[in-house]
């Protein structure tokens, strides 16, 4: 992968003022940035699901078992 000189020379900047070790370091930094950043996005996007479909109801002992049931399943 190439980076235009002034995206290169931004990066090594950082790495010459001691933020990172070297240039792998500052790009697995920005992945794991990314990762946590679209976790949080996606669990916004859940939330929202939740809160728009409709008013909470309790949990009955069928809700209990069936999702009981679903987390024992093996993964298909």
Same mark, same amino acid.
């Given at each position: !992968?190439?980076?235009?000189?002034? !995206?290169?020379?931004?990066?090594?900047?950082?790495?010459?003022?001691?933020?990172?070790?070297?240039?792998?370091?500052?790009?697995?930094?920005?992945?794991?940035?990314?990762?946590?950043?679209?976790? +949080?996005?996606?669990?916004?996007?859940?939330?929202?699901? =939740?809160?728009?479909? =409709?008013?909470?109801?309790? !949990?009955?002992?069928?809700?209990? +078992?069936?999702? /009981?049931? /679903?987390?024992?399943?093996? +993964?298909?």
């Amino acid at each position: !992968m190439e980076l235009p000189e002034s !995206m290169l020379g931004y990066v090594q900047e950082r790495v010459a003022r001691g933020e990172y070790t070297n240039e792998g370091e500052y790009l697995r930094d920005l992945i794991r940035r990314d990762r946590e950043s679209r976790a +949080a996005l996606r669990l916004r996007e859940l939330i929202q699901e =939740g809160l728009d479909s =409709g008013p909470a109801r309790s !949990m009955t002992e069928a809700d209990w +078992a069936d999702l /009981r049931a /679903r987390c024992i399943q093996p +993964a298909a």
